[in-house]
C-alpha cells in the first residue's frame, strides 16, 4: 500500500513537472527526443515507451532550466508521441538501437504500420517435410505489395537434403543456422559449449549449408544471406553465444522465449539486462551488451483460460477438435498480437511434425488464406522484419521497389 501512496505521489509530481506541452529526453546514445504529454487519464499503455528509451537524462521543453528528473523512470508517465520539431533532432533511435517493448518503431501510428506474420521451422530438410513447405507456401500466396509470402528456416545438419534447401533458397526463403549436431543435452549448450564449440556448431553450419548447396549448382546460399540462428532446445549459450554471433558478423538471434501475454517486438541486446525476467529467465542470459537482435519468441496459449501452461513454439500445443480447433487455437494468438496496442508481430515458431495431427496442415492452410485477406498483413522472413524495423515504411509505402520481395 506504501508503494501505491508513493507511486501516486510520484505520478502527482510528475504532472506538476510537466510545462507546456513536452519533455526533452536525451537516451544512452546521446539523441534527444521532443515527448509529448497527453492530458488524458494515465494510461499505463505508454509508460513502457519512455523507460525502454533507456533515459539518460529528462529535460523541460524550455531548456533554460535543464532541470533533469530520474521521475519518469519510477512513475509511470504518459507519453502519447514523440513529436517531429524542425531543429530538434526527433528522428528514430539509431538502426542498431531498438530496446525491447519500444512500441511501434519510430512511434508509427499504428494503422500505417504492417501487420507482420513471420513462419520459422527448425531442424532438418528433408523430402518428408517440404511436401508442408510447397503446400503452405505456393507461389499463388501473394502479401499485399505482391511478393510471394515466405518463411525462416533454421537448419541443422543431421538428415538434411541440400538439393531442397537450395529449392527453399531459390524460393526467396530465408535460411539460418540451426547447428551441425544438435546434439543433447541442452545443459551442453547453456554451461559446457566454449566460444570453439559455439564457433564449430553455428557457424560451422553456416559454411556447411553454403558448402553443400554450392556444390549442388555452383552457387549455393551465399553465407552473407545466412544472417540468424536459433540454439537446438533453445539453450541460451550467455556471453559465449552472443560473442560469437557478434564476432562472426550475424544479425539475429531467435532462442529466447517471453513468458508473457504482452507479446514484445524483436529488440536489440545493446542493454541485455532489460531481457532478464520475462524474457531471458535462465541464469546463462548475456550480461554485457551485444550488437545482435533478438527475434523473441512470444509464447502461444493453447485457450484463453490462463490454466494451461503455455507454449514456447507451436508444436508444443495440441488442440482438441482436430482443423477448427487448431484454426481457433491460431486465430486466438494471432489476435492477441494483432489487437496489441503495439501491433507486435507474430511468428510462428515451430517443428513440421505438428502437421502430422489430423487436421492441423488444413488448419494453417485456411489460417493463411484468412491472413491474406487482411490487407495490412504481410508474411515475411524474420530477417525482411528486421530490415524493416531498422527502416520503417508505412504500409501505403510498401510496393515492391521500396521494401523488395
Ligand atoms: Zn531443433
Keep these: 500500500m506504501a508503494n501505491f501512496i508513493k507511486q501516486f505521489i510520484l505520478l502527482f509530481s510528475v504532472q506538476l513537472m510537466i510545462v507546456e506541452n513536452g519533455w526533452i529526453v536525451e537516451d544512452i546514445s546521446g539523441r534527444r527526443y521532443l515527448v509529448n504529454f497527453s492530458g488524458s487519464p494515465f494510461s499505463r499503455k505508454y509508460a513502457h515507451r519512455l523507460r525502454a528509451l533507456n533515459l539518460k537524462q529528462i529535460y523541460y521543453k524550455n531548456e533554460r532550466s535543464r532541470k533533469t528528473s530520474t521521475a519518469s523512470r519510477t512513475a509511470g508517465v504518459r507519453a502519447t508521441v514523440v513529436a517531429r520539431k524542425p531543429g530538434l533532432d526527433t528522428t528514430c533511435p539509431p ?32 523430402s518428408w517435410n ?57 545443459t551442453w549448450w547453456s554451461q559446457t559449449a566454449t566460444m570453439d564449440d559455439w564457433i564449430r556448431e553455428i557457424v ?108 514456447s513454439m507451436i508444436d508444443g500445443c495440441r488442440p482438441r477438435g482436430g482443423r477448427r480447433g487448431a484454426l481457433e487455437f491460431l486465430r486466438t494468438n494471432f489476435r492477441r498480437h494483432y489487437d496489441d496496442p503495439d501491433k507486435v508481430p507474430f511468428g510462428i515458431n515451430m517443428h513440421a511434425a505438428w502437421f502430422a495431427f489430423d487436421g492441423y496442415l488444413s488448419a494453417m492452410n485456411d489460417f493463411i488464406d484468412e491472413l491474406l485477406k487482411l490487407e495490412d498483413v504481410y508474411v515475411v522472413p524474420i530477417y525482411k522484419l528486421i530490415e524493416w524495423i531498422r527502416e520503417p515504411k508505412k504500409l501505403s509505402e510498401l510496393n515492391s521497389s521500396k521494401f523488395g520481395c
Design 130 to 186: 517440404i511436401g508442408f513447405y510447397r503446400h503452405l507456401f505456393g507461389s499463388n500466396r501473394l502479401n499485399p505489395n505482391g511478393c510471394p509470402i515466405r518463411a525462416t528456416f533454421f537448419n541443422s545438419n543431421g538428415n538434411t537434403q541440400y538439393n531442397l534447401v537450395n529449392e527453399l533458397y531459390r524460393g526467396k526463403h530465408e535460411i539460418a543456422s540451426h547447428s551441425i549436431s544438435h546434439r543433447g543435452p541442452p
Design 95 to 126: 538502426k542498431d538501437i531498438f530496446p525491447l517493448d519500444s512500441g511501434i518503431p519510430c512511434f508509427m501510428d499504428r494503422t500505417a504500420t504492417p501487420m507482420f506474420v513471420y513462419f520459422t521451422f527448425d531442424d532438418a530438410v528433408t
Design 204 to 311: 560451422g553450419q553456416r559454411t556447411n549449408i553454403h558448402r553443400q548447396t554450392a556444390a549442388l549448382d555452383g552457387r549455393g546460399v551465399p553465407v552473407a544471406e545466412i544472417r540468424g540462428m536459433r540454439t537446438p532446445f533453445l539453450a541460451i549459450g550467455g556471453d559465449v553465444q552472443f560473442d560469437m554471433l557478434e564476432r562472426n558478423h550475424f544479425v539475429y538471434d531467435s532462442s529466447m522465449v517471453k513468458h508473457d501475454r504482452k507479446p514484445s517486438w524483436p529488440f536489440t541486446l545493446h542493454d541485455p539486462s532489460a531481457a532478464k525476467g520475462p524474457i531471458c529467465r535462465s541464469k546463462h542470459c548475456p550480461t554485457r551488451p551485444h550488437r545482435v537482435w533478438e527475434a523473441v519468441m512470444n509464447v502461444y496459449y493453447l485457450n484463453q483460460s490462463g490454466l494451461v501452461t503455455p507454449c
